[in-house]
């Protein structure tokens, strides 16, 4: 039964110390990322939402031990990452892969695409000899439908697309299981961004690849994503089927956000949720319930405590004391 | 149809680059109304911005140039008006905002301060005192919580929203006639949008404004737009009323625009399949094909997009509805 789960993160959080003053003392913490818990079966997609300043690349990044956690584990095909020793960990990252945001900051613009896409399979000593590197090099970007000349290229010579397909590439270098997306297509225009969105779902697909999706976007997540989840100032306030999240959201957040997005229909203009406010700062976050100032649904218990999970159905849990029926 | 205020006619833009020189504009035309909004859309490159740019006349030169055309507001042709009187136009009847709020406000003053400015050099009939009051007055419209206190905070101390809505109160302080706003939501938070989206909205109604929208987000388009242009590649590829371009797009890059924005229904991404797309990509300004731009990446391509005739001009299909392709998609 756990086998059928990847990827198992339990009471996840990471809080960021603010020093101040002179001798350099605590003055502050930011939660960024609280108590999250959340499980990603083999195959699937979990997306992950929230507007900025709510911890989705936190949570990325902790999950991959990119940033430290403070508290809580990441099982990652049954072994507990967090306690893991760096070579160990440097073993198991072989498996989990990132694509950033930009393509353009995170390619070497002193390498050629051949030599920023064999580093990983040189360091994770992936091939015997020139000929089998070589062999390798193209079959990745025949993945990512690059020509075979990009081989001899700068990152310069492409365009935000191609950058971001030779990002894929690079990850899918080391034959990973698990990837994070951290808004891979954010940077994209629309037309490119359509086209990396198939190729990510195609490779999924073809290659039997995990991911989890962060995006702001919940257009592109809620299309590629088999479950959403949605944050807000550091915590997991819904998570859902992709479909049911939007038919059939019960977080007032959750119903916020879609609501906002802007749809590409003049003639469907339907009622809109506009919340009042800005993201409160997450150093300061407002007690209780983070979105009472916001909400319009909120109550004299919102303000006092945090909610507990509530399981709807096995695959959709929500925390709110008044979920939208 | 209410007055028309501004109008831009063939309007060419030119860069001179250590490459040669390269067309960012070419042959634009557009007219905006009183009250009315015009959507400008297209994807980076498209020229949509340098447009906007040329109706401030704010083109960068060198290495930028207005090569021909006109930009007729209110009669006079804006790019023959001598730089003093294009001054007081600026600023003043014409008001911009744009993308990002952080790098568009002087860091080392306060935002009333920043807001005061725009009176102190468009109405100099007022005294300080004036002006402090109707800074206040602006930042209140804009909706800002407890505006005397914000008037006194540098813009680091304001959320990129907030920020956007002092932008906003600058580009609306002198009451233009027309608003161009370029991008002004694309660095916010979806909900934060929606707010602004709403505010720009009811000051146009209040106002009577007209504002040039530019955007790559149709759905923002849809929402808030009158008229929409899409661009592609310096020219205009179709021009219609909101509801058609949306229900009966004629240009191919129109439609695949349109069809590659994931939609929400029941249904999860992996029921529906692959999203519809625009293979290829945008192809480089120094190395336009001959004949219509987008051929490489059209469905509808034929030898005559290819051929040497040249490239397609805006042409009317319906009244108000124009398209500059050789086999637009067609009624059907």
């Known amino acids: 039964m756990s086998n059928d789960f990847l990827l198992d993160v339990r009471n996840l959080t990471k809080r960021f110390p603010i020093k101040g003053g002179l001798f350099g003392r605590e003055v502050a913490a930011v939660n960024a990322v609280n108590d999250v818990s959340f499980k990603i079966k083999r195959g699937e997609t979990l997306g992950l939402v929230g507007e900025s300043g709510c911890g989705k690349t936190t949570l990325g990044r902790s999950i991959l031990r990119l940033i430290e956690p403070t508290h809580g584990e990441v099982f990652f095909d049954g072994v507990d990452i967090t306690k893991l020793e760096a070579e160990k960990m440097r073993e198991m990252r072989r498996r989990m892969q990132i694509i950033f945001q930009d393509p353009y900051a995170s390619l070497n613009p002193r390498m050629t695409i051949g030599s920023i896409l064999a580093e990983p399979l040189e360091i994770h000593k992936l091939h015997n000899g020139k000929e089998e590197l070589k062999r390798r090099l193209y079959q990745l970007l025949d993945y990512v439908q690059l020509p075979k000349d990009t081989l001899n290229k700068y990152p310069h010579e492409f365009s935000g697309g191609q950058r971001q397909r030779i990002c894929i590439a690079r990850a899918l270098a080391v034959e990973p299981d698990f990837i994070v997306c951290d808004e891979p297509v954010s940077a994209l225009d629309v037309s490119v961004q359509a086209q990396v969105v198939n190729l990510l779902m195609d490779l999924q697909k073809d290659l039997g690849l995990t991911y989890l999706f962060i995006a702001h976007d919940l257009k592109v997540v809620e299309y590629i994503s088999n479950r959403v989840a949605v944050m807000y100032l550091g915590n997991m306030v819904e998570v859902a089927e992709s479909s049911e999240l939007y038919g059939n959201s019960k977080h007032p957040y959750t119903k916020a956000l879609f609501s906002a997005i802007p749809k590409p229909d003049p003639s469907g203009h339907k009622g809109r949720i506009i919340l009042e406010g800005d993201i409160p700062s997450p150093m300061n976050p407002p007690t209780g319930c983070h979105f009472n100032p916001r909400c319009w649904m909120s109550s004299e218990k919102c303000r006092v405590t945090y909610p507990e999970v509530t399981n709807l159905t096995e695959t959709h849990q929500y925390r709110c004391y008044h979920p939208i029926s | ?332």
């Open chain 2, 1 to 332: 149809m209410s007055e028309k205020i501004l109008e831009v006619k063939d309007l060419v833009v030119e860069f001179k680059t250590d490459r040669g020189v390269v067309t960012a504009v070419s042959g634009v035309n557009f007219e905006l109304h009183k009250g009315q909004s015009l959507g400008i859309v297209g994807e980076s490159g498209s020229g949509k911005s340098v447009s906007a740019l040329s109706i401030m006349g704010l083109i960068p030169s060198p290495p930028g140039k207005v090569a021909s055309g006109e930009i007729i507001y209110r009669g006079k042709d804006l790019l023959k008006a001598p730089i003093e009187e294009m001054r007081t136009i600026r600023g003043n009847k014409i008001a911009m905002i744009f993308q990002e709020p952080m790098t568009s406000l002087n860091p080392v003053f306060t935002v009333g301060n920043q807001i005061e400015e725009v009176l102190a050099l468009h109405q100099k009939e007022l005294s300080k005192a004036q002006r402090l009051e109707k800074a206040i007055e602006m930042l209140k419209m804009v909706g800002i919580p407890s505006p005397e206190k914000r008037f006194n905070e540098y813009p680091h101390q304001l959320s990129g929203g907030m920020r956007q809505r002092v932008m906003i109160a600058m580009g609306l302080a002198c009451k233009p006639d027309i608003l161009i706003a370029d991008e002004p939501t694309t660095a916010l938070d979806v909900t934060i949008q929606a707010q602004i989206l709403e505010l720009m909205k009811k000051l146009q109604n209040e106002l009577g404004m007209g504002i040039i929208l530019i955007t790559h987000d149709l759905g923002v388009v849809a929402e808030t737009c009158d008229h929409v242009a899409v661009m592609y590649c310096g020219k205009i590829v179709e021009k219609s009323d909101v509801q058609t371009i949306f229900k009966r797009p004629q240009h191919p890059y129109t439609k695949g625009l349109i069809e590659s924005i994931p939609s929400f229904d029941s249904t999860s991404g992996h029921a529906k399949g692959r999203l519809p797309t625009i293979e290829g990509m945008v192809p480089s300004l120094f190395d336009l094909p001959s004949g219509c731009s987008f051929q490489d990446r059209c469905s509808h391509v034929t030898d005559e997009c290819r051929g040497r005739k040249g490239s397609p001009h805006l042409k009317p299909l319906a009244p108000d509805h124009e398209v500059s392709c050789f086999n637009p998609i067609g009624l059907t």
